[in-house]
């Protein structure tokens, strides 16, 4: 359904006997002044504080003294009761100050039945337009009093003490005092009122009955403006619920007749102390319906209806999802001045409140078992909004027609089949000749509207529960228990959870202690930061299995794993090379290894001392040396290695011949790998293929020549141009013999799987400036980045870690 618009009437009632006749508030209709632009009718007050002005206030509908309460009812009323049969519920609220005609309007007299009687009358008229439907009227009727609610069909006459329950005789007549009402909210964010009655009407007649003898119960009380003045709000509602057997669907519409308590002005009205803790009430709950009208205009974020209990039980006709009628009435005279200036304003602001009408229907079809088989079941139609219930016996969504009075008893407990509404439900009005707006008149009924009295009293007294026979306080206290269970299994299920994520949380510092402590081990035993990284975790098992030994157990086990991952890393590296890519990288190892034993970094050297071992495994000569340099690393004594033998002469200009020494062949005899004949560096280089390398690198691999100021790597699969490219192990500056790039790159094409994914990958051009290297190798000067980049650990490693390999 649309949006609706909440409706303004405005009703200006006559003087009454006594009461200063004057113009300052009137009703203008376009006939009347044919000059006056506005084009429809309004109201006009003259500014209290300046008479030379006059306010303005047009509205589709505006009464003026001698409209009629028919008049009222055919144009604004009458057409919302198809709207009711439509399933959707209607709010219709008298707004104004003491004395302005609410009650006269909805209400109404004998003579001049108001809005109330007038709609219950034509509701039941209006049945045979629905034959179709089983229907069956349900009315409750509530006032808040000091902003509590009431139930008005409990009887309230010989009722001693508020609050008090005095007597419950089951075979005589029950004393009892109404109780206050709580309010609740249901599920689905309903609002109810709990233990309210509901009472099933048959007829117009029988409606009379009840509602006049409820109306009695209503506070009223005499003030200086309204010898009846209300002293509450009261709520009346008439419900209809239409089963339609063919369609199995059960519409439910209701109509809210609401008619307010009006503001008070204390100096006028002459309140008492009594009179004026209700008048405070009254306006403040009045003043917090406003601030919910102005919040709904702002579309303020939060609306305020908690603030009051009238405006939480009208919340379904202001912003919700009712239709609503605002019947603003207005009392006469420059006395009441100010007070129809406020009630136009709030009337004004009203008007542009939208509701979201939904029509409450409910299906009847039994929801078939599922089966696995079977298709899914169609989904009952949703009850879009159920608002309802009151209690009770309204529980006759299945029955047919109307139950008979006194049949069926208003159960205090909400049915839980009947639709929910979050306005309460209300009730009654009076047609024919009861008098109206008495308080706690003693006295019975007679006929059919006492004995119904006295089964909704009976109701009340045994306090709901599906007519279980508990009093109020056996409610209360079976409610209090089971609140206290939930609410004791809510602590439980939180304390449940904060343990969980206290244990989460201790599990992850634990893991965190862990983590921190094995790489603070591994940077304390690890030669260099960038060569012995573990993966993460690996020894985070041994380490905790073993807590208790001593460090040196404890750095043994990392040094053993950390030997075993880097021999795996090497040895995988060195499976796959040819037997003279072997050589060289162990070779470009010792280089650096030297070097960095030179400068007295010890374990940097044991380290690559280790990798070059992986390459040449069986040089003995390489095998002293680590055992050397792992003693001197572990007893902290200084390594000295063997001094460099002076160089050979060169006997070519450049490159040899095979067998014969070169340059490079003569750079370290001494090393560790010149001795027995195997396993020198002289033995590495003297490859066939390898010796003119050597003398590539040494002639354009000097980082600190002056010609060479970006060290340019460019891997591709493309033979070598003759101007410069790199190979899998090194690389070739400009110049570099074509014959021997092409042999050397595809000796590391072979391996080449830059991304890690375990398959060779196409050529990626790739280019490495020497500044970069030296920046992320960590090296100390530039003479010691010297040499060639070396590709395995350029694809292997992380930036930072890459490192340049230096050969002698
Ligand atoms: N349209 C009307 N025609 C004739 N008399 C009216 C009309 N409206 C109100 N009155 C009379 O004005 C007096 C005050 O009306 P009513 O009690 O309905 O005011 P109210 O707004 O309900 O006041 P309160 O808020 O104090 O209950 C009553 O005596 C009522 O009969």
Redesign the pocket.
């Known amino acids: 359904m649309a949006s609706h618009r909440i409706k303004i009437a405005a009703?200006l009632?006559?003087s009454?006997p006594g009461e200063i006749t004057d113009d300052d508030i009137a009703v203008h209709h376009p006939s009347d002044d044919s000059s006056d632009s506005t084009g429809g009718s309004y109201i006009s007050v003259v500014n209290p504080r300046d008479i030379t002005q006059i306010f303005k206030f047009p509205f589709t509908s505006c009464y003026g003294?001698d409209?009629t309460q028919e008049e009222i009812f055919d144009t604004d009323v009458e057409p919302l009761l198809d709207v009711v049969y439509s399933g959707v519920t209607v709010t219709i609220f008298?707004y104004?100050?003491?004395?302005?005609?609410?009650?006269?309007?909805m209400q109404g007299?004998r003579t001049?039945p108001g809005i109330i009687p007038r709609t219950v009358q034509a509701l039941f008229n209006r049945q045979s337009r629905y034959q179709q439907y089983q229907l069956s009227f349900h009315m409750s009727y509530m006032e808040l009093y000091k902003d509590e609610p009431y139930d008005l069909l409990v009887t309230r006459e010989n009722v001693l003490p508020l609050n008090l329950l005095i007597e419950y005789d089951r075979s005589f007549s029950y004393f009892i005092q109404a109780p206050k009402l709580p309010v609740r909210e249901d599920g689905n964010g309903m609002v109810f009122v709990a233990n309210l009655s509901s009472v099933p009407i048959e007829s117009v007649a029988e409606f009379e009955a009840i509602y006049n003898q409820a109306t009695k119960n209503r506070s009223?009380g005499a003030?200086n403006?309204?010898r009846?003045?209300?002293r509450s709000h009261a709520i009346l509602t008439i419900e209809i619920m239409m089963v339609d057997p063919s369609e199995q669907k059960t519409l439910t519409g209701k109509i809210n007749l609401v008619?307010l308590?009006?503001s008070e002005n204390n100096k006028l009205t002459g309140n008492d102390p009594s009179r004026m803790a209700e008048s405070k009430a009254i306006n403040q709950s009045l003043s917090v319906l406003g601030q919910v009208v102005h919040a709904l205009n702002q579309g303020a974020p939060r609306i305020p209806y908690r603030n009051s209990k009238l405006t939480r039980l009208l919340q379904d006709a202001l912003g919700g999802a009712s239709v609503g009628l605002l019947i603003c009435?207005l009392a006469p005279g420059s006395k009441f001045r100010q007070d129809t200036l406020n009630t136009l304003n709030f009337a004004t602001r009203t008007k542009n409140v939208e509701n979201k009408p939904v029509i409450n229907e409910r299906d009847n079809r039994p929801v078939p078992k599922p089966h696995f088989a079977a298709p899914p079941a169609p989904k009952p139609a949703a009850t879009i909004l159920q608002p309802i219930t009151t209690a009770g016996s309204s529980s006759s969504s299945s029955s047919t027609a109307v139950a008979a009075a006194g049949k069926a008893r208003a159960s205090l407990c909400p049915n839980p089949n009947a639709p929910r509404s979050r306005v309460p439900r209300v009730s009654n009005v009076g047609v024919g000749g009861t008098v109206y707006?008495r308080f706690a008149i003693p006295g019975g009924l007679s006929g059919s509207g006492r004995r119904s009295l006295e089964n909704i009293d009976e109701k009340s007294a045994m306090g709901g529960l599906g007519g279980l026979g508990l009093t109020e306080k056996e409610i209360e206290e079976k409610i209090m228990k089971v609140v206290e269970a939930e609410v004791a299994k809510r602590l439980a299920a939180e304390r449940e959870k904060d343990e969980e994520e206290r244990r989460a949380r201790g599990k992850e510092e634990a893991e965190r202690i862990a983590r921190e402590k094995e790489e603070r081990i591994m940077a304390q035993h690890s030669p260099s930061k960038r060569s012995t990284s573990l993966p993460s975790g690996v020894l985070t098992p041994l380490l905790k299995k073993h807590k208790d030994l001593d460090d040196e157990l404890r750095s043994r086990l990392q040094e053993l794993e950390r030997k075993l991952e880097q021999g795996h890393k090497e040895t995988s590296l060195a499976g796959v090379l040819s037997p003279v890519s072997k050589k060289k990288t162990g070779r470009a190892y010792v280089s650096l290894a030297r070097a960095y034993s030179e400068k007295g970094k010890l374990e940097d050297a044991l380290e690559l001392y280790r990798r070059a071992e992986a390459y040449v495994p069986d040089n003995i000569k390489l095998k002293e040396r680590i055992i050397e340099l792992e003693w001197a690393v572990k007893n902290n004594k200084e390594f000295v290695p063997t001094p460099k033998p002076p160089r050979k002469e060169k006997k070519g200009k450049k490159g040899s011949r095979k067998g014969q020494p070169t340059e490079s062949d003569s750079a370290d005899p001494n090393s560790e790998l010149n001795e027995s004949g195997r396993g020198t560096d002289t033995d590495i280089l003297m490859d066939e293929d390898a010796k003119p390398i050597a003398r590539d690198y040494d002639y354009h691999h000097k980082f600190g020549s002056s010609s060479v100021t970006e060290f340019g790597m460019e891997i591709t699969n493309t033979t070598s141009n003759g101007s410069g490219m790199a190979h899998g192990g090194s690389v070739i500056a400009s110049g570099s013999s074509p014959r021997l790039c092409k042999r050397l790159f595809a000796d590391v094409e072979d391996n080449r799987d830059q991304d890690g994914d375990g398959v060779q990958d196409a050529r990626t051009p790739k280019k490495v400036k020497l500044t970069d290297l030296k920046a992320s190798d960590g090296l100390d000067s530039e003479d010691e980045v010297e040499g060639e980049v070396w590709q395995g650990e350029l694809q292997s490693a992380p930036l930072k870690e890459r490192k340049a390999v230096v050969p002698v």
């Open positions: 009703r009632r006559p009454l003294h409209s008298a104004g100050v003491t004395s302005s005609g609410k009650t006269h309007t007299t001049e009223i003030t403006l309204n009846a003045s209300s008619d308590a009006g009435n707006q």
